[in-house]
C-alpha cells in the first residue's frame, strides 16, 4: 500500500523558512515524479514543483521559483521542499503527490500539512 506522509508545516512569519518533508513508501519510486501541489483557502489545489525520482529533473511554479527548492533523498524515500522567503499569499494546506512518469494525473496523495505565513 502507497502512503505519502507530509509534515514540517507550521506557523511562520513573513520573510522565514519551513522545509516540508513527505516520506513515501509502499513501492519503488525509480519510474515516478514526485510533486508538491498547494491549495489556499477557497481556492483550487494548484501545481508548487516536482521532480523526478530517477534523475532528479526539477520544475517549479512562476510564483516560487527562486524561493522554494524541491530536492530528493533515495536512501530515505523522502522529497523535501525547502520554502525561502515566505509571503502571505503563501498560506495553503501543501500536498505531495506521485504519479508515473509520462502521466498527467496524480495516483497518490498524503494527506496535507498546512503552512501558514503570517504578515
Known amino acids: 500500500q502507497v502512503q505519502l506522509v507530509e509534515s514540517g508545516g507550521g506557523l511562520v512569519q513573513a520573510g522565514g523558512s519551513l522545509k516540508l518533508s513527505c516520506a513515501a513508501s509502499g513501492r519503488t519510486f525509480s519510474n515516478y515524479v514526485l510533486g508538491w501541489f498547494r491549495q489556499p483557502p477557497g481556492k483550487e489545489r494548484e501545481f508548487v514543483a516536482h521532480?523526478?525520482?530517477?534523475?532528479?529533473?526539477?520544475a517549479y511554479a512562476d510564483s516560487v521559483k527562486a524561493r522554494f527548492t524541491i530536492s530528493r533523498d533515495n536512501a530515505k524515500n523522502t522529497v523535501y521542499l525547502q520554502m525561502n522567503s515566505l509571503k502571505p499569499e503563501d498560506t495553503a494546506v501543501y500536498y505531495c503527490?506521485?504519479?508515473?512518469?509520462?502521466?498527467?494525473?496524480?495516483?497518490?496523495w498524503g494527506q496535507g500539512t498546512q503552512v501558514t505565513v503570517s504578515s
Open positions: 521532480i523526478t525520482w530517477n534523475l532528479g529533473s526539477t
Open positions: 503527490g506521485a504519479r508515473r512518469i509520462g502521466d498527467m494525473r496524480y495516483d497518490y
